[in-house]
T-cell receptor, first 109, second 120 residues
Framework: GQNIDQPTEMTATEGAIVQINCTYQTSGFNGLFWYQQHAGEAPTFLSYNVLDGLEEKGRFSSFLSRSKGYSYLLLKELQMKDSASYLCAVRDSNYQLIWGAGTKLIIKP | DTAVSQTPKYLVTQMGNDKSIKCEQNLGHDTMYWYKQDSKKFLKIMFSYNNKELIINETVPNRFSPKSPDKAHLNLHINSLELGDSAVYFC???????????????????FGPGTRLTVL
């Protein structure tokens, strides 16, 4: 079967750095997405990785290792508004998105 | 100028009723989706339409029937509502189904605000 694993919840301090991991086992791979979802709101697109390595976008970076079936989202200079759930999703060989259950990130002052 | 809109935002109804949720996108996208997000926040795809044609139909009860009158609209009709149908339903759209090429981020999905359905 297809599986995406992420920690259920993480806590970090304002101004710090946090890394949210995602491991996947899917039938084929055609890209990995990270989405942010604030409580009571819709998911919004953050990043996309299809080749190995680090993609940087401002305070957020996303890393991919296809051989290890592993990705992480790195958030720097954490702000209170970063408190949200972060969803990892993988596009499989049929170009369908397989979603993880999300990681709830709690930021403390 | 909302990109993906859904109505209603909240829906409270009795078991056994029939209800519909409407979705419209003004992004000119070819593909639209319906997702269900339950209390555990797990986002599960239900249906996907590309240019008004059904391309994904996951294992959902046949009480759920999507209808796409045109490629900008994908409505969800639910018959004989059950308690377990209570969830947030998200509509989403994307430019294409991802067949455009390996490096394309083409099927980045844009989500509507969600419809919180409560069945009593």
């Amino acid at each position: 079967g297809q599986n995406i694993d992420q920690p259920t919840e993480m806590t970090a301090t304002e101004g710090a750095i946090v890394q949210i991991n995602c491991t996947y086992q899917t039938s084929g791979f055609n890209g990995l997405f990270w989405y942010q979802q604030h409580a009571g709101e819709a998911p919004t697109f953050l990043s996309y990785n299809v080749l190995d390595g680090l993609e940087e976008k401002g305070r957020f970076s996303s890393f991919l290792s296809r051989s290890k079936g592993y990705s992480y989202l790195l958030l720097k200079e954490l702000q209170m508004k970063d408190s949200a759930s972060y969803l990892c999703a993988v596009r499989d060989s049929n170009y369908q998105l397989i979603w993880g259950a999300g990681t709830k990130l709690i930021i403390k002052p | 100028d909302t990109a993906v809109s859904q109505t209603p935002k909240y829906l409270v109804t009795q078991m056994g009723n029939d209800k519909s949720i409407k979705c419209e996108q003004n992004l000119g996208h070819d593909t639209m989706y319906w997702y269900k997000q339950d209390s555990k926040k797990f986002l599960k795809i239900m249906f996907s339409y590309n240019n008004k044609e059904l391309i994904i139909n996951e294992t959902v009860p046949n009480r759920f029937s999507p209808k796409s009158p045109d490629k900008a609209h994908l409505n969800l009709h639910i018959n004989s509502l059950e308690l377990g149908d209570s969830a947030v339903y998200f509509c989403a759209s994307s430019p294409q189904t991802g067949s455009g090429g390996f490096l394309e981020v083409g099927d980045t999905q844009y989500f509507g605000p969600g419809t919180r359905l409560t069945v009593l």
